[in-house]
């Protein structure tokens, strides 16, 4: 990460090692000290070593100071879905940095966790992308408390698989894969705090909170979407971007939470059976104006 202090600290280096440089080969050059030139110039040689070292080594820790501030600091940060790459490494980051003590909670909007429609696939990076980022939730699963509330609409709360839906033949395969991996961890796991359920759809949004247990502060990543004006419904959604939010004061982690809470009520268990039914065929139709798997 490149800042201003980083970049401070380079211009001062500069300008010592520049200014010893030049005060040596004035000293060699105008032999000031007569027989002693050779010595003054290995003299200076050996104080601008020394000096790089001591300037990589508070670069260094300036950087480490610059990531405590930012954590320890109230920030929102704004990444575009137009550069995905970035978007996923820093949501990557939230979650690969939360400790032993930490509590994930994930809601998804009902709008976005699907498949495209019939005859469309989702571009290879993008899953890869997603896998990549979803593979950060599952290497916690033994450490973390991790629950996730899947939004699904009201007729779709059903146990048994009908014509009508089907919600492994709906979820997109990265989101699929990982919802499949929750619910056989929790069902071979009762003691672990990891859990998946669907609630009745009510939240057109889609965020992680990550929390210490006996903080009510932490970090956000909450999706922001956009309508697809290419879209064959009016409800279909894709990513338009994600806010980064470091909370530490609790500002706004215990209004999300209330939301987490508020969905979580008449909530249902999804069981890796409800998981286990999808095609092999890519081409499945989705449910009616569902997005790709672009969420949180």
């Known amino acids: 990460m490149v800042n201003s202090r980083g970049n401070l600290t380079a211009f001062a280096a500069g300008t010592v090692v520049a200014t010893l440089v030049g005060v040596g080969a004035k000293l060699a050059w105008d032999g000031v000290i007569d027989g002693m030139a050779g010595s003054v110039v290995w003299v200076i040689v050996a104080l601008i070593v020394a000096v790089i070292l001591l300037i990589a080594v508070v670069t260094r820790t300036s950087t480490k100071v610059d990531h405590l501030i930012e954590k320890a600091a109230f920030s929102i940060r704004y990444y575009p879905a137009d550069d995905p790459d970035t ?112 609630v009745p759809a009510k939240l057109p949004a889609s965020f992680v909170v990550v929390k210490d247990r006996n903080s009510s502060g932490g970090r956000i990543i909450w999706q922001v979407n956009m309508h697809d004006p290419n879209a064959p ?14 909370d530490p004061d609790a500002l706004l982690v215990p209004r999300f939470m209330g939301w987490f809470t508020e969905l979580n009520r008449g909530s249902q268990d999804i069981r890796a059976a409800d998981l286990s039914q999808r095609e092999a065929d890519s081409d499945d139709e989705g449910p009616s104006g569902s997005a790709a798997a672009e969420g949180h």
């Not at 699907?114 to 989702?122: C, D, I, Q």
């Open 87 to 198: 978007l996923y490494q820093r949501s990557r980051e939230v979650i690969s940095q939360a400790g032993s003590q930490a509590q994930i909670y994930a809601v998804n909007s009902y709008v976005e966790v699907f498949r495209k429609t019939a005859g469309s696939l989702e571009p290879e990076k993008d899953v890869r992308e997603q896998r990549d980022y979803l593979k950060q939730f599952e290497r916690k699963f033994e450490t973390v408390l991790y629950h996730r509330l899947i939004q699904v609409q009201n007729g779709h709360l059903k146990d048994k698989k009908d014509d009508k839906y089907d919600l492994a033949k709906s979820l997109a395969p990265a989101y699929l894969d990982h919802y499949r991996a929750m619910a056989e961890f929790a069902e071979n796991n009762p003691s672990k705090d990891v859990k998946i359920v669907k």
């Open 233 to 246: 419904s009016t409800e279909f959604e894709r990513i338009m971007g994600v806010f980064i939010i470091t």
